[in-house]
């Protein structure tokens, strides 16, 4: 595609793009669907913040996991380090 026909082509579409918004914009019918649109996004933020949610719980909880496994193996090794010096 030549350089003329792409620029050509993105007027076109820049063109249409703003008829489609300004009819959204100023028509009762565009009214209801920015709404559907504003719920449509409202609920896909709240599912997304549950989602980001759970994830850092679950980070917490394997944290927490991950420093527990590590305190055990320490004790371990100082209870197996020190029954070795008592001997």
Do not use: C, H, P, W
């Not at 579409?13 to 996004?41: P, Q, R, T």
């Not at 850092?56 to 927490?64: C, F, I, Q, S, T």
Request: charged residues 25%; proline residues 0%; without cysteine.
């Amino acid at each position: 595609m030549k350089t003329q026909t792409k620029i050509i082509a993105g007027v076109l579409a820049g063109a249409a793009l703003v008829a489609a918004v300004g009819v959204l914009m100023n028509s009762e019918k565009g009214a209801e669907i920015k709404e559907e649109i504003s719920d449509y996004f409202a609920d896909l933020i709240n599912s997304i913040k549950s989602k980001v949610q759970a994830t850092a719980d679950n980070m917490v909880g394997l944290k927490d996991d991950a420093v527990n496994v590590a305190r055990n193996g320490a004790k371990r090794k100082v209870d197996a380090a020190a029954d070795a010096a008592i001997s």
